[in-house]
């Protein structure tokens, strides 16, 4: 009975028996490829050369470079877009908790950036799906073609060495039959007695190396056959692959850009709403503005009148004279246009016995109807005053869009805003770029400089 030892040592044996012929094949090829290819180099030995082959494996390589460095790009641009897509969620959540819930149109605003989320979610998706995930696919099939590129190019080193291998023994075998021939015929002529000794050893000869010139033929045939086989698969997958590049890349192309056009106009449309929310936002607050500003005028103005004495003006009704009537009219046009004080004396200097005074005709007006007049009159003069500040206004325009000053000397506003365009000062008008305007702020009642094309004349 065999010991666990001697059971190993018989394993071992047989194993480095199995792969010897297998190590021994490998490196007899690589040997003979090296050789052949530095006989090659060195102009030795000439080598099979395929010139339509050559040109497939000039795109093919082109072609394999253009994939991988778009796969490349492709992925840098993805991860830009995830980077992005963080940032804006980050960003557009703080304008969502900014917003605050009185505003109006609240939900709204909220419900149309949770949109622009999705879409960036949906954007993202689909690239990957239907753009990157194609062309890795596509790129992974030219590592399979390139392996068969490197075994065409050994097959072919293989046949190249064996065809050439092929030539020197030929070559040999005439050089030695030759000699024997000679030989041959030297030992005839001279009659010796080893003759049929010799002739017989060179027919030995003649016939090893015919027998040896016959199996580096078959070895020849196989291996041309394995080149040409091959070598015919390649000339038929290179070129289509080459041409199919047209056909994957619009189809990659065109999805991609649709995809691309379908976000970003989602985008814009998220996007005008919220831009017209906001506009109403700043409507709405500009109208508090005004109705503020309006009402703290009115309270000023109220503040600063004289009282008016109605018991003065109602004793003054009881006396009337049709011989002072065009006079006691024009008094009371007076009154109503200038609103002086109703604690004067009557017009005429009478006495209150009725004497041939003259008195004040009666007055029809409350008290708040005259308030009100004078309020009227001196908000519309505060007005023409603000219009007409550096000079009488030249015409009006409306804003079209909103506009942020970059320079202390610009002029601020919103859309819609209604601004009165002067001529300016000498100063002023030196400093005015081509496309600029001078003009006063309806509502602030501020003087500055403004772009002409964010604004139309009304």
């Known amino acids: 009975m065999m010991s666990l030892s001697d059971q190993k040592t018989n394993r071992t044996s047989s194993f480095n028996h199995s792969m010897m012929p297998s190590v021994k094949s490998k490196l007899m090829k690589n040997f003979g490829r090296t050789k052949e290819k530095i006989l090659q180099g060195m102009g030795k030995t ?9 040109v497939y494996v000039q795109n093919f ?4 470079a253009q994939v991988s460095k778009l796969n490349k790009e492709l992925n840098k641009y993805l991860n830009c877009l995830r980077e992005t897509q963080k940032s804006s969620k980050a960003f557009y959540d703080t304008l969502r908790e900014t917003y605050e819930a009185d505003w109006p149109a609240s939900d709204l605003f909220a419900e149309q950036i949770e949109l622009l989320e999705i879409k960036w979610s949906d954007y993202l998706a689909k690239l990957h799906k239907d753009v990157q995930l194609p062309l890795v696919s596509y790129l992974n099939e030219f590592p399979e073609h390139k392996k068969k590129i490197e075994k065409r190019y050994n097959r072919l080193l293989d046949y190249d060495n064996a065809r050439h291998t092929l030539q020197n023994a030929e070559h040999k075998t005439s050089k030695k039959l030759g000699q024997n021939s000679h030989s041959t015929i030297n030992n005839t002529s001279a009659g010796s007695s080893s003759s049929s000794s010799s002739t017989a050893s060179n027919n030995h000869a003649t016939t090893d ?55 970003h106009s989602d985008c814009v449309e998220a996007k005008s709403k919220l831009d017209d929310i906001c ?10 503005r005004v109705g503020q500003t309006t009402e703290v005028n009115s309270v000023e103005i109220e503040r600063d009148l004289p009282p008016i004495d109605s018991e ?12 002072n009537e065009t006079d006691n009219q024009h008094n009371t046009n007076s009154i109503t246009e200038f609103a002086p004080n109703l604690n004067s004396e009557p017009v005429g200097g009478g006495s209150g016995d009725g004497g041939g005074g ?7 007006q409350s008290t708040s109807l005259i308030y009100s007049y004078l309020v009227d009159r001196i908000s519309e003069s505060s007005q023409d005053e603000r219009r007409n500040q550096g000079g009488k206004f030249l015409y009006k325009v409306k804003a079209t869009y909103p506009y942020d000053p970059k320079e202390i000397d610009e002029l601020a506003f919103d859309k819609e805003d209604i601004i009165a365009v002067v001529d300016g000062t000498e100063s002023e008008k030196e400093d005015l770029d081509e496309g600029w305007l001078i003009g006063i702020h309806e509502l602030s009642n501020k003087r500055g400089l403004f772009p002409e094309n964010f604004t139309k004349k009304i």
């Open 46 to 54: 000439d080598r099979t050369s395929d010139e339509n082959f050559d």
């Open 61 to 64: 390589e082109s072609q394999h």
């Open 209 to 263: 190396q015919l027998t040896k010139l016959t199996k580096l033929k078959i070895e020849l045939e196989d291996k041309q056959h394995v080149y040409e086989d091959l070598n015919q698969t390649l000339c038929l997958a290179l070129p289509v692959l080459y041409e199919n590049r047209l056909k994957f890349y619009s189809s990659m192309f065109q999805t991609f850009f649709h995809t691309e056009t379908i976000f």
């Open 279 to 288: 506009e109403k936002l700043s409507i709405e607050t500009s109208q508090m």
């Open 312 to 323: 003065s003006t109602d004793n003054n009704n009881d006396y009337s004279t049709d011989e």
């Open 358 to 364: 003259v008195s004040v005709r009666p007055v029809e």
